[in-house]
């Protein structure tokens, strides 16, 4: 993993950065937001900040769906793993209706991954270990501008993916 490296996903817009993880005898020192990283946009590489928050994602728990129609999303895990699946709703994409599926966390993808307004985002610890998210966005929280959907709702069907994929399974 080089800092720096930016993988494009199945969905346009939906990009990660693999983040640096310097390792020192009293525990590692963990990078996340730099101009110089490129996907955060703006002047110079910056954003404005709307807010910071952490979430933390439990063995077994599914938090899902979500999605905004003006924020984007800025997601590392610095501790534990996250199954992240992401499905592309927008009405003008050219990737639209595509799904995309992620493994975030240390050791092997400690990255930032930026999640464009109109995608559907939900995601899953994986082991048996908790997850941390730290999320960044772009706007402050608006209770208005989002919109929730169950994962278990009949609405959920429009989106092709079944959190008993055994690749997420829980």
């Known amino acids: 993993m080089i800092e720096g490296t930016v993988h494009a996903t199945t969905i346009i817009g939906a990009d990660y950065i693999d983040l640096k993880v310097i390792d020192t005898p009293g525990g590692a020192v963990l990078h996340m937001l730099r101009p110089a990283l ?10 404005q900040v709307g807010e910071v928050y952490f ?3 439990l063995p077994g728990a599914v938090k899902a769906w979500k999605r905004h129609a003006r924020q984007t999303q800025h997601f590392a895990v610095p501790a534990g793993r996250l199954g992240i699946v992401l499905c592309d709703a927008r009405e ?14 240390r050791r092997d993808t400690y990255a930032l991954l930026r999640i464009p307004c109109g995608v559907w985002y ?8 908790p997850a941390l998210i730290c999320n960044v966005t772009d706007l402050p929280h608006d209770p208005e501008e989002g919109e929730k959907m169950d994962p278990d709702s ?17």
């Open 38 to 47: 490129g996907l955060l946009g703006g002047q110079e590489g910056w954003m």
């Open 55 to 57: 979430s933390e994602v």
């Open 92 to 105: 003008s994409s050219l990737t639209r209706g595509a799904v995309q599926k992620l493994v975030l966390g």
């Open 122 to 129: 939900g995601f899953t610890a994986l082991g048996d270990e």
């Open 154 to 170: 009949d609405k959920a069907g429009a989106i092709p993916f079944s959190w008993k994929h055994p690749d997420f399974a829980c």
